[in-house]
């Protein structure tokens, strides 16, 4: 365990807040990063104790949750009732039971365009679209390649395993069929070319091999569909065809009767042809399902049906599902699976294409009636599975979190080791609003098993959608399940088209969700906009009935212009004409406030003025919204912070800071930037070239609805969280650029009273902006640009000019470079409440919120809440910015507080109590506050120490005297994207996530490297902004536009990971056939079992080309297995169990054989005597 010293500061001192530095330690951060360590001679030591060191780090994925992106494939094991699900990116998706959740990953990267289980073997044959085949081995937790094969010469189409077999039958573009031997993945020599397949006056080529599959009533009888609607019945025995179909239209796939007499084609006009075997000239029956004849003669034409499967009941009529085949007249109808049961005709239509399906049966064996009981629909976003047991069709409650999507991901955030009451709270309250009418039946996907394991503690994911809505999840275990669902946009008036053209209409996703913050222990909810709005929610367990309370707030800043008419103003005007005033606006509807056209104190959206029906969950306790200013649309949201105990909430953006106290429903400050910055520096002046003016029209444009004015702008209006929903993961060009936006400012100096005898009724709108309207000068940029930090990051698309791509991921973003060329921006990116000392010369703690920017300054902003919980209602909160400044490199990203002792301070909250409880009346709620509260005094000690991170520095301050004492400095190569201070084995650490995709984690308060691996090479904008870290070792982000993929960077949970998996696969009886009987089985035709080895096999087929095929061995072997399967301990302990249990069942089995060989000695004494009894007598004597 190593010791270090800290150097105990005392009040007073007046040193530079950068530090001296006595003594360097290197450290090998991202990219190699440097510790500096320094502290004050003389003063007295203290020991902090550091128990974490490396050994307790590393990093693996665990599991990974949602609707695999972009799926192409679909496999089922009826035995194992274990779903496959291959995607274009190369992943495949194992599911059972709920818990039962494999991801494993093609190394290249190749999408997938066939599965094939081997039914109840534990293993299973995936074809890419590199043209490779690979043997997985399921019979381990994680999924490893035992074999794999590339074909060089030809293209992979189609693939066709038959139950019970071990030869892979392989279609290719060409038209030829080879077999594989699954055991060996070798290339059989036998070989059915394409020549010999179809007639030899046949003069075009038959196309690619679109179906394969052996005849149910004779294995030695292979069909073979080529694309140009040619079928040929493959007799594999004489190698010869027995019969050849034709048919005028293309085929697309295949499906037999069980009998082997008969089968269905689905062609490219929307056709079903149904053959059979002893009349091949014509189809006996044709069906077109969704086509309606016209004039007696012609017939509409439909969309090909893409798959079709012909299914026999025992005891009713087939079942013939297909896909596709809808009339070309009617575009508007949805992509539809059509199901034909007798005379009957169902179409169900879906939400999203239909990639493929499958029919599950009860019976894996072709030649028996299949009696089909549902059906697995894989949609282009979405899983469902329909009921075929019931007449309506139910689909069956999916116990997966598909929907994880259902509006796409714009912001996530993760907690772990929550209080363990809110998960039963939140799930008890979103199960009264679950859809109804699924299927009562059980999930029929079911195999594996899966135990809970030793990982308990709960943990929740909160999930934020660009349709407003917030989605909370149950985490715990590695397990994902839906809790409840929030939507935000119900406080909002809908939009009102009015037939106004689309590019006046705010954006398409008004209420998307940038940024959350959740107080587990208060259960107070906050959430920010893409419209600059805030609302703050409320957890209570009974509906309320009423109005919803908003304020409008005014938000700006103006940089100084070097102009005589500059000159002419005076630097700092009267302090009392720039005070935030209340102003009602009686719930009318927005206004244009200022003379002509120009958009002027107007909101983008319109809360609703009539009371609202709140159910029991979050509801809204205030609604804060950033109001346009002198033609100006607020800027985005860049920073959010919620205290429950203070009852105030801070938000801040490119322009400047507000602090509004929730409670009394008023504005405490609203400061631009440059002002905060100018109170830190008073003799700060920030270089800025002269703005043109321009005005614009309010009729012309709305907010984010430029594409008439600024085409080449709309394209990049969306990208702070479109990035993270697109559907596509192509390469895409990073850039990185400072906000660009119009900085107007009024200057406040000193502080701000809450005018308490003006404070919000319920349903009335609050503004803050009642000051003089003077005459601004507005940019002649676009009116809508967001702040940009590594906070809110965007994918720059190309635009017109060549200035804006400037600021790439590949090059440093060091805020210490400076341009004439471009406006100084002081972005707001952290805020961070807390008790601590705000100054110097403080001998105490207060309340005070720290603010972090993006040019790296840490300002404090004290508050003077009062104490007294009755007072708090009446009496007015004080808000003061300090201008105490601290520098580091680059945007700031978090902030943490530690006490003398190196113990995280968590800020105060207020214990969660219900809000609309009836059994007080009318008598007042009293607040429960909870503070950090050491044993004594002494232990409080007088100092802390506060960690600041940026993104490009770490930084360890002692308080009060704020005094450096360690720094990280990350390379010039290299920024953090993301930091967090977490929890692990009870002690503190800082886990970073930097820009080249290193996972970096720091100790404190020395800020010793513990971990630094290069975690993600590959990096894209959705990653970099939902990557989040969490207490215990947990992070996640969002690997694909449906996925969020979950990691852990705790050693001992990667050691425990594998018996929190689940198995894939189960010991399980596969099921005996059904007895034909006496007379079917001699008449029926059958052509008996075909000894495929000795047809395919080395000596009969000889060996294939080695030009055509490469075997290529793989990890999944008996060293690999071994490997994956866990430390080297716990393969030992399970071959000792195994071996116990050998010799158990050894030792059982030799007293068995004892006991028979005493019973059969006995059963020939007997017979002995019996013989000498009876030896002597004669016959009439018996």
Known sequence: MKKFNLHKVLDGLTSSPGGSSSGTSGGSGTGGGSVHSGGTVGTPREEIQETLTSDYFQICKTVRHGFPYLPTALAFDPVQKILAIGTRTGAIRILGRPGVDCCCQHESGAGVVQLQFLINEGALVSASSDDMLHLWNLR????????????????????????QSKWLYVGTEKGNTHIVNIESFILSGYVIMWNKAIELSTKTHP?????????????????????????????????RADLRLYYDEAIH???????????????????????????????????????????????????????????????????????GGLSYDKPWRRPSLTIMHGKAITVLEMDHPVVDFLTL?????????????????????????????????????????????????TCIEYFADCPPDLIPVLYSIGAKHKKQGYSNKEWPISGGIWNLGAHSYPEIIITGHADGSVKFWDASAITLQMLYKLKTSKVFEKQKLEGKPAAEIVEDDPFAIQLMYWCPQSRIFCVAGISAHVIVYRFSKHEVNTEVSSLEVRLQSEIDVISPEAEMNPPFPDVSSHFSSLKDLSGSTNTVASEGLIKDSIPCLSVKTRAVRMPPGYQADLVIQLVWVDGEPPQQITSLVVNSAYGLVAFGNCNGLAVVDFMQKTTLLSMGSVELCRIADPYQRQPCSPRKSKQFTADNFCMRGLSNFYPDLTKRIRTSYQSLTELSDGPVSWELER??????????????????????????????????????RSSGKPPFRKAQSAACMEISLPVATEENREN???????????????????????????????????SAVSPCLWVGTGLGMVLSVSLNVPSEDELRQTEPVTVSPNGTALTLKGAVLTFACLDCMGTLIHPPYEAWGEPNSTDDGERIRKRKLVLHSPSSSQDMGDHQFAVICSEKQAKVYSLPSQICLYVYNITDTAFLLRADIVTLYNNMCLACFSASGRVLTLSLPSLRPLLDVNYLPIMNTRISRTFCFTNEGQALYLSSPTEIQRLTYSHEMCDNLQDMLGELFTPVETPEAQYRGFLKGLFGGTGGTLDREELFGEATAGKASRSLAQHIPGSGGVEGVKGAAGSAIGELARARLALDERGQKLGELDEKTARMMSSAEAFSKHAHEVMLKCKDKKWYQF
């Not at 381990?140 to 074909?151: E, M």
């Open 253 to 323: 796939s295949i499906g037999w009767h069980n009998e082997g007499k008969q089968f269905m084609c689905s062609h490219s006009d929307g056709s079903l042809t149904l053959w059979n075997l002893k009349s091949p000239s014509r189809p006996f029956q044709i069906i077109i399902p969704h086509g309606k004849i016209r004039d007696g003669k012609k017939v509409e034409s439909c969309k090909p049906i893409l798959k079709v499967e012909y299914k026999t009941c025992k005891n009713s009529e087939p079942f013939i599902i297909f896909s």
């Open 808 to 842: 790439s991921f590949s090059h440093s973003r060091s805020s210490s470079v400076s341009s004439i060329d471009k406006e100084s921006k002081e972005t707001i990116t952290a805020l961070y409440f807390a008790e601590s000392y705000v100054q110097k010369n403080d």
């Open 361 to 409: 049966c009860e019976t894996p064996y072709p030649n028996e009636f299949q009696d089909p009981y549902a059906v697995v629909v894989l949609l282009e976003k979405d899983l469902i599975v329909v009921d075929l047991t019931q007449s309506h069709f139910p689909i069956f409650e999916n116990p997966y979190p598909m929907d994880i999507h259902e509006s796409p991901v």
């Open 140 to 163: 381990q937790k994680r999924p490893a390649i035992l074999h794999s094969l590339k074909f060089t010469r030809e293209r992979i189409t189609f693939c066709h395993l038959p139950f």
């Open 207 to 239: 196309g690619p091999v679109v179906h394969l599959s052996d005849s149910p009533r004779d294995e030695g009888k292979l069909l073979i569909g080529y694309e140009n609607g040619t079928v040929v019945f493959w007799d594999l025995r004489s190698k």
């Open 739 to 776: 906000c660009k936006s119009p900085t107007t400012s009024d200057h406040i100096n000193g502080h701000c009273t809450s005018p308490t005898s003006q404070s919000c009724g319920s349903g009335k709108r609050l503004s803050s902006a009642d000051v003089t309207k003077i005459n601004r």
